[in-house]
């Protein structure tokens, strides 16, 4: 349908207004929310994450595209809940503890939103318990973690030893990002994963948690 191809085009080019606007339309049109939802919002941000990989989309792109998404996911979270409709999985996120970096940790969970996750975004400075109670509080299958200093990626590993005491790491799976952290850093500290960008981060989500690409 021509309508959600304008609406993946809106999202790709940063226009709230249209995004809002064409999301109404075409539940009035008699289309349901998960249709509008993944035939044209996640469409848009998916061609969003495929040009931010290839370098031919910046992280401002990136944030204006978001940005528009959100403004039809405004009208569809509630019809979402209503019909009762699951997202594909919960992932809690944060920067860790001591770090206050959050423009790679929100690009993240951008991303994630526009692939259908639910995002739990904690912030920044997160300790070890408040990822594990976001666990718990949320049912969360997934928890992202982000660093920006050499000095606070110490405080992944920490994490990851809170969640082994907890008990729980075989209920959540753990993936890692930011400047700093490396995959030998994620398989030195029993991460399930290193993301190198947020575009990534979504594949390599639904990689560890199983979901089709």
């Not at 996911?73 to 770090?99: C, S």
């Not at 975004?121 to 200093?149: C, P, R, T, W, Y």
Request: no cysteine; net charge negative; aromatic share 4%.
């Amino acid at each position: 349908m021509e309508k959600l191809q304008q609406l993946a085009e809106s999202v790709i080019n940063g226009k709230a207004p249209d995004a809002e606007r064409l999301t109404q339309e075409l539940l009035d049109e008699g289309l349901t929310p998960s249709e509008v939802l993944n035939q044209g919002l996640i469409i848009g941000m998916d061609e969003v994450g495929r040009r931010f990989r290839n370098n031919e989309f910046y992280v401002p792109e990136v944030l204006i595209a978001a940005r528009a998404m959100k403004s039809g996911m405004k009208i569809l979270r509630p019809l979402l809940a209503e019909t009762g409709v699951k997202p594909m999985a919960r992932i809690a996120i944060g920067t860790v503890k001591g770090d206050l970096h959050d423009i790679g940790k929100n690009l993240v969970g951008m991303m994630l939103e526009g692939a259908g996750f639910e995002v739990v975004d904690l912030g920044v400075d997160v300790s070890s318990d408040k990822f594990i109670q976001a666990v718990k509080e949320n049912n969360a299958e997934a928890i992202g973690m982000s660093a920006l200093l050499t000095t606070t990626m110490v405080n992944m590993d920490s994490t990851m030893k809170e969640i082994e005491k907890q008990g729980i790491r075989n209920q959540v799976k753990v993936i890692i990002g930011g400047a700093p952290v490396t995959q030998n850093y994620a398989d030195e500290i029993g991460a399930d994963g290193y993301a190198s960008d947020a575009a990534s981060a979504v594949a390599l989500l639904k990689e560890v948690l199983n979901l089709p690409a």
